[in-house]
């Protein structure tokens, strides 16, 4: 076809009308005319930009529309057509629109097929390949699926052929699924298989022996995975993801076996994908770990494979202990020297197998520093606390005896395994009352912990040495002090020279609160530290959301508060940055009971946001008129927080605050699908803990269930469980703290 010339009418633009991802659209002429230059290096520079303001982190503006016609020319007119070609399947991909009526981008690219459509036949592979994908995008089947068909049957290229068989089952999953079952023999090439198996996935059609067979026989696949289809990562974990999403036993079993098949190949790369893709399924299905054990110590064939899978089965914990044996060689070796993989070995088992791991770490303390932070909780804080080892509490107090030596986390780490030990650690008091004057935070929080339930000399000793700190101005050990000895005048003295103009107000303000109405003396430093406060940051916000609670808690001034705490939620409407600093905030409003009836409304305008919305339902019950409040719709928030994993645990608090009387036969179900359902509820965060965490609501969901159960929906008994929560937590938010 003709073509008018790629830039014809890129002045005559309106360009400053339009904006991108960062700002003005006035710059996006220049680009353009950059991607038709000779200078190659200009080109790959625009193109980039480009990227950056009308495809910005998978975002389309305005501006994006406006430059589809001039990309579609300048792909058509032959300049650097495969990447102006990727950039535009981009922008028909994306769902992220930016102040635009929804398909506006796609819309604008499929306008341009006249002009894509005759590149599925050029002449560089790439280019077809590149061509079929961005054209599938476009959504529009009745144009683009006819041109795709006739492609599919004169394509030759592997790379290019598995690209269009993808583009026709992205348009049509059917038709799809019915050409991929043509090609799944062996003797068809491995991209073109590979394309077939997802075919066959997209279209949910069943998992049959031989897509098992085909897909062991692609095996190591990292080299087929498709540059353009980011969704899809990794080969197999795509294939195992794809299939655990279903939510059916059938096909989570097919996928556990694919993955024992690969972890169990006698190749290196292939169990190092099945590794990969079995790290993937536990962070995904709950029923993975206990299936996968076997097959992940299986997989540990040599000291690497060993090292590989010791991040995964440490995740795992106390479910891989049969891994104990495969751990426990490695992380015993060198023990008086840097080893590197015995320190991860040690790590992993430390969080599967504790008690075999104790007399090992004893023995290397001062030489592994993974496994001593594993031992604390640091990789996971809901790691049990170590079995108590006498051998293991000599080698602390040999590390803590020169408490000038240690660096890093390790002051935090050795008084951490202490402080979980409580008064078995006695012995080790002089040790850490000797650290105090070198890591007085961390020494003193284990002093008060071992010293609590100790013997009388034990907690004397500790408390003299707590007291001479706390008069030096230690805060910690001020704190220490009045939690064993009862004596505020030192954390008085402290508290006041750090609401004077101490770095952390927060903390000092949280500290306030422990002494009620002890800290009376201290409000006014309180209030004047509300108009230091640093605007609208997060900080700010939450250094004033901890100075109202601490204002509560020692006037019972809840007036005062309320006060706070409504500017605090204004601040916070205002950004999107903030959603915790809300949360923070509806948890203290919660404390204050009816009082804080004034917070209502704003609390309310909380509950579109699945993140903020289970503190505002918390303290909504707390602090409004209970006839003012539709609980099953409360309800529905909650659960609609926790099943999208905004905020899962305080979904938990939501529910139980509201009892069972809020909760309709659905919602029963739903909270039953959070304890027992399959699929892990918890799915973001730092790596090392999800699963945890989600063990953790499993648990309290299960918990929940059950109290529910036992009432039924819609029970308003009393004596029900959860409805016996919830009245119990609404009479402790109305008990005057100060006194």
């Known amino acids: 076809m003709d073509l008018v010339h790629p830039l014809a009418g890129l002045d005559a633009h309106p360009w400053h009308s339009f904006t991108h991802a960062y700002g003005s659209a006035e710059d996006v002429p220049d680009l353009l005319r950059a991607l038709t230059a000779t200078d190659g290096d200009a080109a790959h520079e625009a193109l980039s930009e480009l990227y950056g303001c009308v495809l910005h982190q998978g975002t389309v503006y305005a501006a994006s529309a406006e430059a589809v ?17 990727e950039l535009l399947g981009g922008m028909a991909e994306s769902e992220d629109e930016h102040g635009l009526v929804p398909g506006t981008v796609r819309a604008a690219v499929a306008r341009e097929l006249p002009l894509l459509i005759p590149l599925l036949a050029a002449a560089e592979p790439d280019v077809r390949r590149t061509s079929a994908w961005a054209i599938s995008h476009t959504r529009a089947t009745e144009a683009a699926l006819p041109a795709l068909r006739v492609r599919w049957e004169a394509e030759y290229e592997p790379a290019a052929r598995a690209e269009v068989l993808g583009a026709v089952a992205r348009l049509d999953p059917r038709a799809g699924a019915a050409v991929a079952a043509t090609v799944l023999d062996p003797s068809r090439p491995a991209q073109v298989r590979m394309a077939a198996v997802f075919a066959r996935l997209d279209a949910d059609a069943p998992w049959t022996d031989t897509l098992h067979v085909t897909m062991m026989s692609l095996l190591p696949a990292d080299a087929l995975r498709s540059g353009l289809d980011l969704r899809r990562g990794e080969p197999l974990a795509a294939v195992v ?47 993975a770990p206990p299936r996968l054990v076997p097959s ?40 008086h020297e840097d080893d590197d993989h015995a320190d991860r070995a040690l790590a992993a088992l430390v969080l599967v197998a504790p008690a075999r791991a104790v007399p090992l770490l004893a023995a290397s303390l001062g030489w592994r520093p993974r496994a001593l932070d594993a031992a604390t909780g640091r990789r996971n804080p809901a790691a049990r606390v170590l079995p108590f080892d006498g051998d293991l509490l000599d080698a602390v107090r040999g590390r803590l005896c020169r408490p000038e030596a240690l660096n890093g ?98 903390g000092a303000a949280a500290a306030v609160g422990l002494l009620g109405s002890r800290g009376a003396t201290l409000a006014p430093l309180l209030r004047e530290a509300l108009s230091g406060s640093d605007g609208d ?13 601490a204002l509560w808690r020692v006037t019972a001034d809840a007036a ?109 179900r739903r909270v039953a699908a959070l304890a027992d359902g399959d699929t892990r509820i918890v799915r973001s965060g730092v790596e090392d803990r999800i699963i945890h965490q989600d063990e953790a609501l499993r648990i309290r969901a299960r918990r929940l269930a059950l109290a529910f159960d036992a009432c039924g929906a819609g029970a308003t008994d009393g004596r029900c469980p959860g409805r016996q929560s919830a009245v119990v937590g609404q009479q402790l938010t109305q008990v005057t703290p100060a006194t």
């Open 69 to 85: 016609p001039f990309l579609a020319r300048i792909a058509a007119a032959g300049h650097h057509t495969a990447d102006v070609l």
């Open 241 to 287: 993801e794809a299939l655990l999403g279903r939510g059916r036993r059938p096909e989570r079993e097919a996928a556990f076996v694919l993955l024992d098949a690969a972890l169990r190949d006698g190749r290196a790369e292939v169990r190092a994908e099945g590794l990969w893709a079995a790290d993937r399924a536990c962070m995904l299905s709950r029923s």
């Open 296 to 335: 992940l110590c299986a997989a540990a064939v040599d000291e690497k494979s060993v090292i590989d899978t010791s991040s995964l089965l440490g995740r795992l914990g106390s479910v891989a202990a049969p891994a104990a044996d495969v751990l426990a060689p490695l992380a015993g070796r060198n023990p």
């Open 409 to 506: 986390n390790e002051p935090s780490q050795l008084t951490g395994l202490l402080a979980g030990w409580g008064a078995d650690a006695a012995p080790a008091l002089p040790e850490l009352c000797a650290a105090l004057p070198h890591h007085p935070s961390q020494a003193a929080r284990a002093i008060a912990s071992v010293a609590e339930a100790g013997a009388l000399p034990d907690r004397t000793r500790a408390i003299n040495s707590l007291r001479a700190a706390a008069e030096q101005g230690v805060l910690h050990a001020a704190k220490a002090l009045y939690t064993l000895a009862d004596e505020p005048a030192p954390l008085l003295s402290c508290l006041e020279r750090e609401l004077r103009g101490g770095r952390d107000l927060a």
């Open 537 to 549: 940051t997060t900080p700010g916000l939450d250094a004033d959301t901890a100075l109202a609670e």
């Open 560 to 668: 005062a508060a309320v006060a706070v705490l409504d500017s605090v939620l204004a601040r916070a409407e205002r950004s999107p940055w903030s959603r915790w600093s809300v949360v923070r905030a509806a948890r203290v409003a919660a404390l204050l009971g009816p009082a804080g009836r004034p917070l209502a409304a704003r609390l309310e305008a909380a509950l579109g946001d699945p993140v903020r919305a289970p503190a505002a339902v918390v303290a909504l019950t707390a602090v409004a008129d209970p006839a003012s409040l539709d609980r099953t719709a409360l309800a529905e928030v909650a659960l609609r927080s926790a099943e999208q994993d905004a905020d899962p645990s305080g979904a938990c608090d939501a529910l139980e605050a509201l009892g069972s009387s809020a909760l309709t036969t659905d919602h029963l």
